[in-house]
């Protein structure tokens, strides 16, 4: 319990840390190019209010989940395919390992050419980009699915929806959570570059707006609320998941 | 009722057959034990009696006493526990999600009753084996088949596990198929005794064991069986009846 606190504590430390040194740092050089902590927290505040930030956040917000989403199920669907039928394996290996090494720049300009400006470009260019990493999380996950737990599960004459749920599913959950956590974190970079090369809308737009004004308190401000966005999916849900899934491993 | 007729079962990529020409039954309400070599297709026949093998060459024929389709319980030599579920919900998941209280009850028979919410990682290979134990009972089998199942516990704890399941067969009348290493322990709990040759496996002897129940491991009726047995044929754990 009281390791617990203590990990609690470093963690927000680090962060306190963060912005400390952030504002010793303004305080010391008074860069030009460095708004402090209070002045982009100030521009946060203000665009938020505005409703021009919270309009923004939503319109890539739905972009993240969209693309996350369809790349997650894809992932999944055909890694462990993969995983359990070699020749599937074999088929698709090569591919696969194209599809990892494309420069996640070249599949969006790509994809806007062929498919034009629009929300299908958008989500097609970051499933295309994060699937693969996917699909490899999700072959070995199926590889490593233990057999012998379902041979339980059929002598005992389990229905095959318990056999799923409560036997196989349970071994792909590290899984998820592994997919899950490199997804998102990598899904809204990718949302970002996208929205600003090809988009009227959303943070990444924004963002470009605000380069081109040299508009760094801005940029900060939006970037902070985006982090500050993630950072709350991962504690509200992401970690509460992962110790309910892998409470047993103790 | 298990009625095995088994003309060959071989593996991809070995030389020999595991079992040619064995033919056993098992009547309802009797409790056979398989002893015989290591690697003599002992547990190879519990694969393919529980359906979970079915690449072989023969018949093999389960029956329930009411004619429906029996319900067959296995206990692996490896525990083989769900690592993400606790201890209750390993012995409730066969059950189709039984309520709580006949799966405590059987936890507590078995010694358990302090591990209801433990995981499987936290308890040692004994409790893992008799939470496996628990899990076949409450799943109350027609026919069950155990390999080995006493191996790893100590003698207390064996002998009362033993104990257990004997009182559970008998009421129940499952017919039981029960591999061993252990020639007391299979004088002990079962009505027949069935040897097997060295690989490829085939019955060398069948031989009821006419004690009266209940018995119990180090008796003189049981020593005199195993002695008689012995004498008579010096190589039966070899797996040879030559006298």
């Known amino acids: 319990m009281r390791q617990r606190h203590l990990k609690a504590l470093l963690r927000w430390l680090s962060i306190v840390g963060f912005l400390c040194l952030w504002q010793l740092v303004v305080w010391w050089f008074e860069p030009s190019m460095l708004p402090s902590p209070p002045e982009v927290f100030t521009r946060l505040l203000a665009q938020w209010d505005s409703g021009e930030l919270p309009q923004q956040l939503w319109v890539t917000v739905l972009r993240v989940l969209g693309s996350f989403f369809s790349a997650i199920l894809l992932g999944a669907f055909l890694g462990i395919a993969m995983g359990h039928l070699p020749w599937l394996d074999s088929l698709l290996d090569g591919v696969v390992t194209i599809a990892l090494n494309i420069p996640a720049l070249v599949v969006i300009i790509l994809c806007f050419i062929w498919f034009g400006l629009n929300e299908l470009s958008v989500i097609s260019a970051v499933v295309i980009n994060k699937a693969p990493s996917m699909i490899v999380i999700f072959r070995e996950g199926a590889r490593a699915i233990d057999f012998k737990l379902l041979e339980v599960a059929r002598v005992f004459g389990l229905p095959w929806w318990r056999s799923f749920f409560q036997v196989y599913l349970p071994q792909l959950y590290p899984y998820f959570l592994a997919a899950t956590r490199s997804g998102l974190a990598l899904v809204w970079k990718i949302v970002l570059v996208v929205e600003l090369l090809g988009c009227s809308d959303g943070v990444g737009f924004q963002l470009g707006v605000f380069f081109q004004y040299f508009d760094i308190t801005g940029i900060l401000a939006y970037t902070s609320a985006f982090v500050l966005l993630i950072l709350s999916i991962e504690v509200l849900l992401i970690r509460p998941w992962e110790k309910s899934v892998m409470r047993w491993r103790g | ?243």
């Open chain 2, 1 to 243: 009722m298990i009625g095995v007729s088994i003309e060959e079962k071989s593996y991809e990529g070995s030389q020999q057959s595991a079992i040619s020409n064995l033919n056993l039954i098992v009547n309802p309400g009797e409790f056979v034990a398989i002893l015989g070599p290591s690697g003599s297709g002992k547990t190879t026949l519990l694969q393919l009696v529980s359906g979970l093998d079915r690449q072989f060459s023969g018949k093999i024929k389960l029956n329930a006493v009411d004619g429906r389709v029996p319900q067959v319980g296995y206990l692996f030599q490896d525990a083989r526990l769900m690592p993400w579920l606790t201890v209750l919900d390993n012995v409730r998941l066969v059950t189709g999600g039984c309520s709580r209280e006949p799966a405590k009850r059987v936890l507590q028979d078995v010694g358990l009753g302090d591990s209801l919410n433990s995981y499987p990682s936290q308890l040692s290979g004994g409790m893992q084996r008799r939470v496996a134990l628990a899990r076949a009972l409450l799943h109350d089998p027609d026919v069950l088949l155990m390999d080995e199942p006493f191996v790893s516990l100590d003698g207390p704890n064996a002998d009362r596990l033993r104990h257990l399941v004997l009182e559970w067969w008998q009421k129940k009348n499952s017919a039981v198929l029960f591999v061993t290493h252990s020639l007391d322990e299979a004088i002990v709990m079962a009505d027949r005794l069935v040897f097997f040759s060295p690989g490829p496996a085939s019955v060398i002897l069948d031989i009821p064991v006419a004690i009266e129940r209940p018995r119990a491991m180090g008796v003189q009726a049981v020593k005199v069986f195993k002695q008689q047995l012995l004498t008579r044929y010096p190589n039966l754990l070899e797996g040879r009846v030559l006298e």
